[in-house]
């Protein structure tokens, strides 16, 4: 189980010790003719321990963790239960301690943690505010300590840490201001320390870590340019060390870190070079060591570490193959050993852990069944 850890320890330990660096979901959702969202409004976001909620009215809500002023309420005080924190809001990321959100005028504003200048404001201050960086923004995601953002004009930009080619800038240099990486991009997603990237022909890219096979390039060797995975890819997610997409028959692939059996594929053993794990799946979502995903006919599968609860499924029985967890699920994110589902009846329900509230159930209690969060 999850324990506590300090201010100072959270900001430097995922500078000397790569391989513990923490989570950042970013679900991958399949796309309609014309790149409109399977989904309504409706979408939900995990950090390392707090949850971004946006609701059909484009109000954005947030709980759980708060001491890097992640949440944007204007304090550092944990929440148990989600607070509304802006509106008209059409899309937000969430990293491990900072988070992004798009306004309907497409401006990108910014809060949170940012030794590392992941704010992209050209400063490395934290903020409990969100402030503007820029505008004309169509799509964002966040690694632990870096951001992607993709512009109105396909191109994309990068920020923050990049001590191991995260940014995909050809360095390893930290940047506190977004920097153009490259263009005709339709989707992107970051994990701890690496970045996808889907290109508009369907090509999936990646760059940066790569010590667990996370880029599926067949090495494991870091890259600061990103490489090329594969092709016919219409989404992607990113866990802590392991990568997911899918393709455009609806079947589900998975690459890199594989110790508790987050890809599905029966087995503990990392993969350098992706993997078929499940057919007819239109969305997932990746924890630091579980995957979940959302099968055609809505049902929820989840596979890998559970013992915090996180598959929601009544149990802390960890599983190397997909089980089938409940129906009627639109759409589905992955936090630290915690899970967020949105069902069809518009509720947001959660499991897993919950130390600091970001299961938004008004408890710090964890579960191992979905409870739904208490607005």
């Known amino acids: 189980m999850f324990t506590l850890i300090t201010t100072s320890w959270k900001k430097l330990s995922h500078v000397f010790t790569p391989i513990l660096l923490l989570v950042v979901s970013a679900g991958c959702h399949k796309e309609q003719g014309g790149g409109e969202s399977l989904y309504d409004q409706q979408k939900v976001e995990t950090g390392y321990a707090f949850s971004l909620l946006l609701k059909s009215d484009n109000s954005l809500w947030a709980t759980g963790s708060n001491d890097e002023g992640q949440l944007g309420d204007g304090t550092m005080m944990v929440r148990m239960r989600p607070v509304k924190i802006a509106s008209d809001v059409i899309d937000m990321a969430a990293g491990s301690f900072h988070s992004l959100l798009i306004k309907n005028d497409n401006s990108l504003w ?94 999936l890219w990646g760059t940066g870590y790569n010590a667990r096979g996370q880029l599926g390039d067949g090495t494991n060797i870091s890259k600061t340019f990103p490489v090329k995975i594969s092709d016919n890819v219409i989404a992607l997610t990113a866990g802590d060390h392991h990568s997911l997409f899918i393709k455009n028959d609806n079947s589900l692939w998975a690459t890199g870190f594989n110790s508790f059996g987050q890809l599905g594929d029966g087995s503990k053993t990392d993969r350098n070079i992706p993997i078929k794990i499940a057919d007819n799946v239109i969305a997932c ?61 518009g509720r947001f329900l959660s499991a897993g852990s919950n130390d600091y509230g970001q299961l938004g159930d008004g408890t710090n209690q964890h579960r191992v069944s979905f409870v739904e969060m208490g607005f």
């Not at 923004?137 to 690694?143: E, F, H, N, S, V």
């Not at 005709?184 to 690496?194: Q, Y």
């Not at 055609?296 to 599968?301: A, M, N, R, T």
């Open 110 to 203: 910014v809060t949170g943690f940012n030794q590392f200048g992941q704010l992209g404001n050209g400063k490395n201050s934290d903020t409990t505010r969100f402030v503007k960086i820029e505008s004309n923004l169509k799509k964002i995601t966040a690694g632990d300590y870096h951001s992607l953002f993709i512009k109105l004009d396909n191109s994309l930009w990068a920020c923050g840490f990049n001590s191991t080619g995260q940014l995909g800038n050809g360095t390893m240099q930290n940047s506190n201001v977004p920097l153009k990486i490259t263009e005709d991009v339709r989707d992107i997603a970051a994990g701890a320390n690496h970045s996808l990237i889907l290109k508009n022909d369907h090509s």
């Open 285 to 345: 979502a990746a924890g630091i060591s579980h995957t979940i995903f959302i099968k055609s006919d809505y049902s929820l599968w989840a596979t890998g570490n559970n013992s915090d609860g996180q598959f929601g499924d009544g149990t802390s029985v960890s599983q190397t193959s997909p089980i089938k967890i409940a129906d009627n699920i639109k759409a589905v994110a992955a936090g630290f050993n915690y899970s967020v589902i949105l069902k069809s009846d």
